[in-house]
């Protein structure tokens, strides 16, 4: 054991209970994450180019709700562990024991943009724009509730790192506090990112620059910090050493880069 290694804070991952009822910290970061998130995007779509009405922002709330659950946890289980659902096609209904997948949820809510878009007669990149400034909102809070729930750790960490953390089902060896490194850069750091991007009227009023940007900011934050997180058991590592969650983030940075080239020949 290493001796700068910091003890796991005992978090219960439950908040407070109630019979059968449990509100557990990374449902909580689900619910803030999508309310600030609306809140955010609310105060925005009144700048130009007001991709949407503040009273369609809210209407859009049920969409995104719908989208990062449903397309969270099909992407969990096609990209994750289609083998076992397959075996039991019951299990996917099962979200209470976890199996949420990012990538999956981003398809999701786009999916459910284009939707809405398509609806309500607006233009689903300047749409896109919008909310991409809210997402890191939900990543950050995601990512906080994932070290509380003692999950997705990170790989071992050499024996002098002062912040490394012994994980209650980690084994004895020191690790990298990986949920901590992905809260800070594809939450907090993207955040700031998106929120410098919006507040340049010439770069916001270029459809699909932003979404663009977070798609490949995301891409490229996840994939630096996957280096530290240690692969699902039942994965491991797979194509060249990479993990899944930077092949799946592959394809997101270039669809970004080709999102931003596109919006600023289009402008």
């Known amino acids: 054991?290493?001796?700068?290694a910091i003890p796991f804070p005992a978090f219960d991952?439950?908040?407070?209970?109630v019979g059968p009822l449990a509100i557990r910290w990374y449902a909580l970061a689900y619910i803030l994450g999508l309310v600030l998130g609306?809140?955010?995007v609310r105060r925005l779509c009144v700048q130009t180019p007001n991709p949407m009405s503040p009273e369609q922002t809210d209407d859009f709330l049920t969409w995104a709700v719908l989208g990062v659950v449903l397309g969270g946890r099909l992407g969990y289980v096609l990209f994750y562990q289609p083998g076992h659902y397959l075996s039991q096609p019951l299990e996917i209904f099962s979200v209470w024991k976890g199996g949420m997948a990012f990538h999956g949820g981003a398809l999701g809510v786009i999916f459910a943009l284009w939707l809405f878009a398509f609806k309500n007669k607006l233009s689903f990149l300047k749409i896109g724009d919008l909310i991409c400034t809210?997402?890191?909102?939900?990543?950050l809070l995601g990512r906080?509730?994932?070290?509380?729930?003692?999950e997705l750790w990170g790989r071992e960490a050499p024996e002098d790192l002062p912040w490394a953390v012994i994980f209650p089902t980690g084994g004895p060896h020191p690790r990298h506090p990986s949920q901590l490194y992905e809260a800070a850069l594809e939450g907090a750091v993207l955040f700031l990112v998106m929120a410098l991007l919006w507040r340049n009227e010439r770069l916001r009023s270029k459809p699909g620059?932003?979404?663009?940007?977070f798609l490949a900011g995301y891409g490229l934050a996840r994939a630096i910090c996957e280096s530290f997180r240690q692969p699902d058991a039942f994965l491991g590592f797979l194509l060249a050493g990479a993990t899944m969650g930077q092949l799946l983030s592959a394809p997101m940075i270039l669809a970004g880069v080709g999102l931003m080239v596109y919006a600023c020949k289009k402008a």
């Open 134 to 139: 809210a997402v890191p909102i939900g990543l």
């Open 144 to 150: 906080i509730a994932n070290f509380i729930n003692g």
């Open 1 to 4: 054991m290493s001796f700068f």
């Open 38 to 40: 609306w809140r955010y």
């Open 209 to 213: 620059f932003l979404a663009g940007a």
């Open 13 to 17: 991952p439950v908040i407070v209970s």
